[in-house]
């Protein structure tokens, strides 16, 4: 329908306002469903439906803004959300980000790496602003010091060094900038003013944006360094974000730091989340055409064109103050920045005899990025909201056939007691055979999907080689990261792909069976919702909870997210003694680390190959339940001794339940087809 893997884009853009409306029905659908469904048994798991519906309902989706330093990302983010709000042309403090969303009231928190927090609520926007320039930015006279190094030993190690020659050394290795024997006074006045009380981990605005707004939290990250990397916190969000908007100034087009971040920090799965955005066109205006079909080629093997954008956020900031009712005049006075772009692009306007609010907008390239931002965020919890409304017209299709499966039982049951009974029992034979028969199906799936020859073990055991050999053959911490990421969410994806080819075999199968029972013993089999069984069993399988199920809250408990990452991190840091200071040591901790991964790597793999055999257990609990359930049905509808007129009145009911539930069928056809 629109795209696959955020790969290719088709006709149906779908706008967050669509979404929101689709969303809204849908959440109707699935109320009045329940209401109609009652205690009658349909197959569907209405438990899993109502997950996926209240994961509808407090989706977020996360945008996170990265680029190195000074890239424009606070300035994109500003005309994004049409405030001015995030500090610019102010340094961003390394281990500081700064997550924004749609509040009512505005409100700002601060949370520091003592686990200190500062709330600030219905304050102005020019004190919220001051306070996150105070909290977030590193002061002006500290821009020549490796801060960022300094802050992160803080965290790593809770103590301010004394500042001698080897910690200088140590500095200057790991930083590359050279002399700072010479800024040794500055050294030590910023790690005197530096303390785990003040060294802010997470800043959290809320704010009355206006934008289509509530559900997006965007994050303003750090800037990644010149190589490219990001310390863990940073990753964590890169691993949840919905998108991740890589800010680039348009020239030079060629970017290592671009190139390193994609290679070995972020994940293979995040890559199909990643658009490459190009800013400061304004000043290349007239080439700019010429450096974004560069850019599509050069990226082309790391991101997908139509990902890469060329912007303007100030042009787009001018647009914004239009339409707030300023004047280019007043703009003009008021922003030494935009200064130069009004005189130069009103000219241009002018020229082009295009209408100003128009043209600022235009030049700006904001229209282009938007629509196509939206549609690629919503595309996947649309999908979700197609496949909601297949489960509850599956479960709709059911309840109508069991209901008349019951009608013609009652009809036969007023026409000739003995022959009702007679018809019952014959379903009731039906249905131990088809017991046996499911149990039987059961086995042979045991047989194909267990065991040394088994798909999943083939696949589990060239898996385990890949990533022994990448693990061994890595040689960069981060990198490390990346890969064990990586190989956490490859078994994930090979879970899923195994459990579907299980599902598949058992709806073909029940198909085929079905048919002979529908013939031979006048039994439907009973509807099973294997995309539910599925979803729980890797549920039992991965232990990790889809990301939209996550609370934001508990991020910064999740500051180890990366769980076995940051165990080892912390268990197993290797230091050694080089004169009186014990530095860290990269090699020894790399190789450390590196085994630690390996052995718990195939220590999950194992795991998991135990859990996914339980999980075929889980279907034979799940299909027996219901047969029993079917014949208990029956087993009552013998017992009951019914007179002519109460047997006229359920039909009677069962019919109106019919006539509603096929209203509901059709509007959820409609809406289907819009979705489609
Ligand atoms: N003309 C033009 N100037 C821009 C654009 N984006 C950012 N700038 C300017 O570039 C400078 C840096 O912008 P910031 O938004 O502070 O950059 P940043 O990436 O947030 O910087 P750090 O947080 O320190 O890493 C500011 O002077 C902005 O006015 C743009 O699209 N066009
Ligand atoms: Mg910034």
Redesign the pocket.
């Known amino acids: 329908m629109m795209y696959l893997n955020g790969k290719s884009f088709n006709k149906g853009i779908v706008k967050f306002t669509d979404y929101k409306i689709y969303k809204q029905q849908i959440i109707e659908i699935f109320n009045s469903y329940k209401n109609l469904r009652g205690n009658l048994n349909d197959g569907i798991d209405v438990k899993s439906l109502e997950n996926k519906i209240s994961n509808l309902k407090n989706n977020q989706f996360i945008i996170a803004v990265a ?1 190195e ?8 983010i500003n005309s994004l959300i049409k405030e001015e709000i995030l500090p ?5 403090a390394t281990n500081a980000l700064i997550e924004i969303f749609y509040s009512k009231k505005p409100y700002l928190k601060i949370t520091y790496a003592s686990g200190k927090v500062e709330v600030l609520e219905d304050e102005t926007k020019d004190l919220l602003k001051e306070k996150l320039k105070k909290v977030a930015a590193i002061p002006e006279e500290y821009r020549d010091i490796p801060v960022n190094l300094i802050d992160l030993y803080l965290l790593e190690y809770g103590n301010i060094p004394i500042i001698d020659e080897e910690f200088i050394k140590y500095l200057e290795e790991r930083s590359g900038i050279e002399n700072l024997k010479e800024v040794r006074y500055k050294l030590e006045n910023y790690i005197m003013s530096r303390s785990k009380d003040n060294i802010p981990i997470r800043i959290e605005l809320g704010y009355p944006f206006s934008w289509e707004f509530d559900e997006i939290r965007l994050v ?1 990250m ?2 990644v360094n010149a190589i490219g990397g990001v310390h863990d916190l940073s990753f964590t969000f890169l691993e949840k974000a919905n998108a991740i908007l890589f ?1 680039h100034p348009i020239k030079p087009i060629e970017s290592e730091s671009l190139k390193r971040f994609v290679s070995s920090v972020i994940t293979n799965k995040s890559k199909e989340t990643l658009f490459l955005i190009l ?5 290349f205006f007239e080439e700019k055409e010429r450096l974004l079909e560069e850019a599509k080629r050069i990226y082309s093997s790391i991101i997908s064109p139509d990902r890469i954008f060329v ?4 042009l787009k900031l001018i647009y914004e103050d239009l339409e707030k009712g300023k004047t280019l005049e007043e703009i003009k006075k008021q922003s030494r ?1 935009k200064r130069k ?1 009004v005189m130069y692009f009103q000219d241009l306007a002018e020229e082009e005899g295009l209408e100003e609010k128009k043209a600022f907008l235009s030049y700006s390239g904001f229209e282009e990025l938007i629509p196509v931002l939206e549609n690629f965020l919503v595309s996947v919890p649309f999908l979700e909201l197609t496949k909601i409304l297949e489960s509850i017209l599956d479960g709709y299709k059911e309840q109508i056939s069991i209901y008349q499966e019951t009608i013609e039982l009652l009809q036969k049951q007023k026409r000739d007691r003995e022959d009702f009974l007679k018809e019952i029992e014959r379903m009731q034979k039906g249905l131990k055979k088809l017991e046996t028969y499911c149990y039987l199906i059961l086995e042979e799936a045991a047989t194909i999907f267990m065991g040394v020859h088994s798909p999943i073990e083939a696949r589990l055991n060239e898996f385990k080689m890949t990533y022994y050999d990448i693990f061994l053959n890595t040689k960069e911490l981060e990198e490390l990261r990346k890969y064990y990421r990586d190989a956490e969410n490859g078994l994930n994806q090979l879970v899923k792909e195994n459990l579907k080819q299980i599902s598949e075999f058992f709806r073909k199968r029940l198909e085929q069976v079905g048919e002979q029972f529908k013939e031979e013993y006048n039994i439907s089999v009973p509807k099973i919702d294997l995309s539910a069984i599925e979803e729980a069993c890797r549920r039992e399988v991965i232990r990790k909870e889809p990301i939209i199920e996550e609370k934001l809250e508990s991020l910064l408990e999740n500051w180890n997210f990366l769980k076995p990452w940051k165990w080892f991190k912390s268990e197993r840091t290797k230091k050694i003694i080089v004169g009186s200071r014990e530095i860290f040591d990269k090699e020894a901790f790399l190789k450390i680390l590196r085994n630690s991964l390996l052995e718990n790597f195939i220590e999950v793999v194992e795991k998991l190959r135990d859990e996914f055999y339980k999980a075929l257990n889980f279907y034979k609990a799940k299909i027996g339940y219901i047969l029993e359930e079917k014949r208990n049905r029956l087993e009552n509808l013998k017992k009951e001794l019914k007179s002519n007129e109460r047997i006229d009145y359920e039909i009677l009911m069962i019919e109106k339940k019919i006539t509603l539930i096929e209203k509901e069928v059709k509007k959820i056809k409609a809406l289907y087809k819009i979705l489609q």
Do not use: E, R, Y
């Not at 330093?69 to 994109?76: C, E, L």
């Not at 912007?311 to 100030?314: F, L, Q, Y």
């Open positions: 680029g330093v000074k890239a424009g990302k606070s300035t994109f610019t042309d102010v340094l961003q303003d750090p800037g800010i800013t400061h066109s304004a000043v912007v303007d956020s100030i920045h772009w």
